[in-house]
Each structure stands twice: as structure tokens, then as C-alpha cells.
């Protein structure tokens, strides 16, 4: 049974009305502290919305969002800036300053938020490139100037300077060709190990979700239709879900991740 000190998220009874529609109904989640937890579902299933929730960005209609044991819709906006310095984010765009150069990218956050020097800034934000898989020699070049995957590894230094506790990553593999998607997942379970992470991941995309994840929660019908491991899951015989994850692509992935 999970206790409130094995959970980092704990959301409760979770309704959000937007644009005249209920996005979410009720929605109970928990996230374990040190887990990689895939959330999917079906276009409009909310999944989005549920992570700029998570993030603050996004206020409920009702209900409970508890962090870092802070409940964040009730945070003070100083309660919320320090929660949100213990938490990192990829998001789909990698939503990289373009004007600034992949150094100066990384280093943003350090200056933001720590009174550390200039020297010290660039040290570390070195070391997390380097971290993310990325040359050194890379630092000096502008976002226009990386490929896809080194722009999503770009991002994700970023979202790791500040030694985070969590990081939640948007469609990380969005974009990316399989060789390079598969090794963007093996860099994550490399961070996750090395820096005890927790990591909440919203994806598509079915091969990671089976080399990544420990648990995957589906979204659909304005609530969690489930929440368990790749394997049980895709054994869950609610119709979208099986749907989502039995259709040909997914019968496919799972045959292949099977012979491994």
C-alpha cells in the first residue's frame, strides 16, 4: 500500500471545466517518489492540461493537488516559487531562447534563481551538458544551429540544472527518428538512476513507454482508467485502452518488446 511519504504528487478528486467542456471529471492520481510514471491517453483526454495543472500554470475547477506535501492550488506565490525550483521541465517545444546560445540557455535558471557566480554558473551548466549527452563544443552554438535530438537534449540540461527532485518531460520523443529516440530513453533512465529522480513523462509514444516506464496511468472519460505497469496494463479491457495500446502499432511493439 502507498503511504503519503512513498508519494511526491498526490491528486484527489481533480474536475476541470474548460471552454463549457469537463476536461476532467475526478480525477485521483499519486505519484511515487524515485518512479518514472508515463501518463497517456486519447486526443483531449486532458493529459496536457493535467501536467500545466501539476506545474501551476493551469488553476482547477476543484479539487486537490498536494506536492512536495504543499497543496498547490492553495499555495502562496512564494510557497509555489520554491516548489517549483525543486521540480524541472522538458517541454514539447524544448522552448529554447533563440537569441541565446546553448550555454547561456542552461545557465538561465542558475542566474534566475541562485546568487552563485559567473564562473561557477558556467561549471555547472557544462556539467549538465555533458550530462545530457551533448558535446562540449555544442555550448557555443545557437538553438537553430542543433538537430531535433540535440534541442531535446538541450532542454532537458536546462530542466536538470538545478538539480531537481522531479522533471516532468512533454512528448520528449516527439519529432525523433527511432535510433535517436531510443537513445534519449536510455539517457533519462541513466539521469533517473544517477540523480534519484522522479519522473512524469506525457508521450505517443509507445516504444518508450515500454523501455522507460515503471508505471503508465491512462487517462480517458474525464478520469484515470487505469494505473499499472506496461505489462498489466495493455491487458486492461476497458475499450480505450485497449484500443490505444492493441491497435496494429501497439501489437507490433509489444511483440518486439516481448522477443527482447
Not at 508519494?7 to 474548460?18: A, G, M, P, Q, S
Request: hydrophobic letters at 40%.
Amino acid at each position: 500500500m502507498t503511504t503519503s511519504s512513498d508519494c511526491i504528487i498526490e491528486i484527489k478528486k481533480l474536475r476541470t471545466h474548460l471552454g463549457g467542456t469537463d476536461v476532467h471529471k475526478h480525477i485521483d492520481l499519486s505519484i511515487k517518489r524515485g518512479e518514472i510514471l508515463g501518463i497517456v491517453g486519447g486526443s483531449g483526454s486532458g493529459k496536457t492540461t493535467l501536467m500545466y495543472e501539476i506545474l501551476g500554470l493551469i488553476k482547477p475547477t476543484s479539487g486537490t493537488i498536494h506536492i512536495f506535501n504543499h497543496e498547490l492550488t492553495a499555495a502562496s506565490p512564494d510557497i509555489l516559487l520554491t516548489i517549483q525550483k525543486r521540480w524541472g521541465v522538458l517541454f514539447q517545444q524544448n522552448a529554447l531562447f533563440s537569441s541565446l546560445t546553448l550555454l547561456e540557455n542552461v545557465s538561465f535558471p542558475l542566474f534566475e534563481h541562485t546568487c552563485l557566480d559567473q564562473v561557477s554558473v558556467q561549471e555547472l551548466a557544462l556539467l549538465k551538458i555533458l550530462m545530457a549527452g551533448l558535446p562540449i563544443e555544442a555550448a557555443i552554438k545557437y538553438p537553430a544551429e542543433l538537430s531535433g535530438g540535440m534541442q531535446k537534449r538541450a532542454g532537458l540540461a536546462r530542466a536538470i540544472v538545478l538539480d531537481p527532485e522531479l522533471i516532468f518531460l512533454d512528448e520528449p520523443t516527439s519529432g525523433l527518428d527511432p535510433d535517436t529516440a531510443a537513445g534519449f530513453d536510455e539517457m533519462i533512465l541513466n539521469l533517473q538512476r544517477t540523480m534519484g529522480l522522479t519522473v512524469v513523462i506525457i508521450t505517443h509514444d509507445l516504444d518508450s513507454l515500454w523501455r522507460v516506464t515503471d508505471r503508465v496511468a491512462f487517462l480517458g472519460e474525464g478520469v484515470v482508467l487505469g494505473v499499472d505497469t506496461m505489462q498489466n496494463l495493455v491487458k486492461n479491457p476497458h475499450p480505450l485502452i485497449r484500443n490505444f495500446f492493441l491497435g496494429p502499432r501497439g501489437r507490433n511493439i509489444q511483440h518486439n518488446d516481448n522477443k527482447h
